[in-house]
């Protein structure tokens, strides 16, 4: 089976400010070192115009998009908007705005769908609590997720990605073992063959949740995993770019292989 090029794609969250450009500059200056990884930064709205003109060609991504073309919602990014401001993909699902915003898989869905219908790759976030792990239904629920939050099929250009995130890993420094990534890894994988037929293979399948640059390289070489979901780690190119180097490193095994 021939491997999937590596995406590693950072979740500033909300940080950034216009002060905060030359750190983008560097991380994208320092990331085209690596042709063979792509590489990603999805900042917060306000910032991406002012992104996306700043690192001409890199891919910057917002971190949410709502589900409709447009219209009487008070607050929120249309996938149009984000397209506008010069973004190239979005997150969708993020188990932060799930929680604090009450997303449902439903509408988890239908923004991933009005994301990829404009044009924006797509990431989609899931992930287990801690309480599902532990009472092992982790890839039950995991799985569940994607069957109800899964788009309906994948058309056009732009290419949808899932970020296996696992809300304890998330900004706590803790990680599940190889051995819970590979299986979880797998379980997606096969929900997306069995969705969408052959075009599931060309899905890739991010960890997500405390990746630094002492476990990327362990995280890049596990079976199935396409890339990295980085939160924290993301914010300085001095984090950053040896995470993209690992992804790079694994990549380049795997080429001469
Ligand atoms: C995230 O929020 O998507 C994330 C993976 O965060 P961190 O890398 O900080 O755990």
Not at 136 to 143: F, H, N, P, R, W
Not at 169 to 196: D, N
Not at 218 to 244: C, N, R
Request: contains cysteine; charged residues 20%.
């Amino acid at each position: 089976m021939t491997s999937l090029k590596k995406l590693v794609a950072g979740n500033w969250k909300m940080h950034g400010l216009s002060s905060d450009l030359a750190e983008i500059r560097t991380i994208a200056e320092q990331a085209r070192g690596y042709p063979q990884v792509d590489v990603a930064l999805c900042v917060p709205s306000i910032l991406i115009e002012r992104a996306a003109r700043a690192v001409p060609g890199f891919a910057i991504g917002g971190q949410d998009v709502h589900y409709a073309e447009k219209g009487a919602h008070t607050g929120c990014t249309s996938a149009l908007m984000l397209l506008d401001a010069g973004a190239v993909l979005t997150i969708v699902g993020h188990s932060e705005r799930r929680d604090a915003q009450r997303e449902s898989d439903a509408e988890v869905k239908a923004k991933a769908e009005s994301g990829l219908l404009v044009g924006l790759n797509v990431i989609l976030c899931v992930g287990e609590s801690l309480d599902l792990r532990e009472c092992g239904k982790a890839v039950e629920s995991v799985t569940g997720q994607l069957d109800r939050s899964l788009p309906g099929n994948l058309h056009g250009e732009a290419e949808l990605a899932i970020a296996y995130e696992p809300i304890w890993a998330i900004g706590t420094g803790k990680i599940p073992t190889t051995g819970q990534i590979a299986e979880m890894h797998a379980a997606i994988r096969a929900r997306l063959r069995e969705c969408y037929g052959a075009d599931g293979a060309r899905v890739r399948v991010l960890y997500g949740g405390s990746v630094k640059a002492s476990n990327a390289g362990e995280v890049f070489s596990i079976t199935d995993v396409d890339g990295a979901l980085v939160g924290g780690a993301s914010l300085m190119a001095g984090d950053f770019i040896p995470i993209v180097a690992a992804a790079g490193a694994v990549e380049g095994a795997a080429s001469i292989a």
